[in-house]
């Protein structure tokens, strides 16, 4: 088997799981947060300096691959790994959501998905036996099947249609799959926000006996409520003896939600997106650097962060960067938040370790001013 899951504790205080993932390319603990890099590279970022922050494992996309600068070359240049010089694990999406979120035409067909290039306009086709061609040949050490992800809201009748699509590519995704000893394939359990079809999907995806399942369909627009209780209703129902993964959730607040409703592994772009407008995570809310009032600020963004940025640069002088788009002024935010959200999962992780993951959700939210009315800003 390509990868192993090894859990090694659960927290008596949540039910939360402290694990260890091994991958061909090293192992990495769990519950963890994975940069995204969706061109194989972290925006601003490099290799060098996510090994700094100890980013254990990267999400690369199957989808922008694909177009640029296609799989061949990255075959050729020895797999994502050499190609990008990065020697620990990588997991790659199937594509699916770029396919459903960035083409406004579209024609979901049984075969697979006929739409138009985000760019060019050309008419492409993707389908499961695609996906895993591609993600075969860029070699990553965990790639994920082909899925609807339908939009919220969607229909019951649209949803039930889609999820049970879901479940056939995902067989197909499996069988089309020629890398099985050195590359795991996850399945991923839709059903939006209706639980028996979150009990229907999981089950048919359990019975393919994937080394990994993903919880997607979340993060899409719904109520941080209604996630919460699908988490809730979905979590049970997975192997409790293979990785759980939550795909596209990157706030503070829904990484420590998730663990403590048993997820192991989660991704987003959150970070990244928001320090190129230079808004910081801190360890007291959002900072948002650019604005007038840290003209003259020379602290750090935070006082109690101990990353690259906080140790040597000040607010006001990353404020200035950030106002004239000095490309290190996004460098700076990006390095920044990356670590916070690293470091955070570090937290979680000692405290599921010592039983305490409870107490530490209710002082970080305390001090980083989490509104309860309205946790959307969080």
Known sequence: MAIKYELI??????????????????????????????LATV??????????????????????????PGEDIVKEAGGLHNFMNWDRP???????????????????????????????????????????????????????????????PATYDYMEKSVNRTSRWAERCLEAHRRKEDQALFGIIQGGEYKDLRKQSA??????????????????GEPKDIMYGMLEATTPLMPSDKPRYLMGVG??????????RGVDM??????????????????KGRLVVRNATYARDFSPIDENCDCYTCRNYSRAYIRH???TNEIFGFRLTTYHNLYFLLELMKQVRNAISEDRLG??????????????VNPQNF
């Open 321 to 323: 960067l950030i106002n």
């Open 43 to 68: 925006k601003t970022m490099s290799p060098e300096e996510l090994v700094e922050m100890n980013a254990q494992i990267i999400l690369s996309n199957t989808y922008h691959l694909w177009l640029r």
């Open 203 to 220: 089950k048919d995806l359990i019975s393919l006996d994937f080394p990994g399942y993903a919880i997607g369909g979340l993060s899409v």
């Open 359 to 372: 107490d530490f959700r209710e002082t970080f939210f305390e001090n980083y001013g989490f509104n309860k």
């Open 90 to 152: 990588i997991l790659t999406d199937s594509g699916g959501f770029q396919v459903f979120s960035l083409s406004k035409i579209r024609d979901i067909k049984e075969e697979g998905v006929h739409f138009r290039h985000h760019l060019s306009g050309e008419k492409l086709f993707f389908s499961p036996e695609k996906a895993m061609q591609v993600q075969n040949d860029l070699g990553p050490d965990i790639m994920m099947v082909l899925d609807e992800c339908p939009p919220y």
């Open 9 to 38: 504790k659960t927290c008596k205080q949540t039910g939360a799981r402290l694990g260890k993932i091994h991958t061909p390319h090293g192992s990495f603990d769990t519950p963890i947060f994975m940069p995204v890099g969706t």
């Open 251 to 260: 706030s503070a607040d829904s990484l420590i939600e998730g663990a403590i």
């Open 266 to 283: 989660f991704d987003c772009v959150l970070p990244t997106r928001i320090a190129r407008n230079g808004t910081c995570m801190t360890s």
